[in-house]
C-alpha cells in the first residue's frame, strides 16, 4: 500500500487517478508529477516499487497539499470576511459566492427549504 502525504492511495486504481486522491492535486498536476518521476501513468497503485514511491513522495512534499493548502484556503476566506468583502460576505452567510441564483437554485448551500405558511384573513 502506497502512502504519500498521510493519505493512502487506493491500491486498485492507476497511479494517474491515485494520486488525484490527495488534496490539491489534480489530473494536469498528477501527470506532470508522474512524467517528472518517470513513472507510467497506466501502473496501478500496488505495482509501483519502493524507488518509484520515493520519488513520488519527494516531488509531493514540494507542492502545499492536504492541511496546508486547506488551512491556506479557510485563512483567505477568513481575511475575506474580515476586511469585509462581498465575497466574504456570502461565505459568511453560506451563499453562492460565484454568482449564482438564490431564488430557485442552491439548494446545497442554503439547506433545506423552510416553507413559510400564508397568514389566515380574519373573516366577517
Avoid at 88 to 115: D, E
Wanted: hydrophobic share 30%.
Amino acid at each position: 500500500m502506497a502512502r504519500i502525504a498521510n493519505v493512502n492511495l487506493p491500491k486498485e486504481k492507476r497511479i494517474e487517478i491515485g494520486l488525484m486522491s490527495i488534496f490539491g492535486i489534480g489530473k494536469s498536476l498528477s501527470n506532470k508529477l508522474l512524467q517528472e518521476a518517470n513513472v507510467d501513468r497506466d501502473k496501478k497503485v500496488k505495482d509501483l516499487s519502493e524507488d518509484e514511491v520515493g520519488i513520488l513522495r519527494k516531488l509531493i512534499e514540494k507542492i502545499q497539499t492536504e492541511g496546508d493548502l486547506k488551512r491556506k484556503v479557510a485563512m483567505d476566506i477568513k481575511h475575506l470576511q474580515e476586511i469585509g468583502t462581498y465575497r466574504g460576505y456570502r461565505h459568511k452567510r453560506s451563499l453562492p459566492v460565484r454568482g449564482q441564483r438564490t431564488r430557485y437554485n442552491a439548494r446545497t448551500r442554503k439547506g433545506k427549504r423552510k416553507t413559510v405558511a400564508n397568514k389566515k384573513q380574519v373573516g366577517k
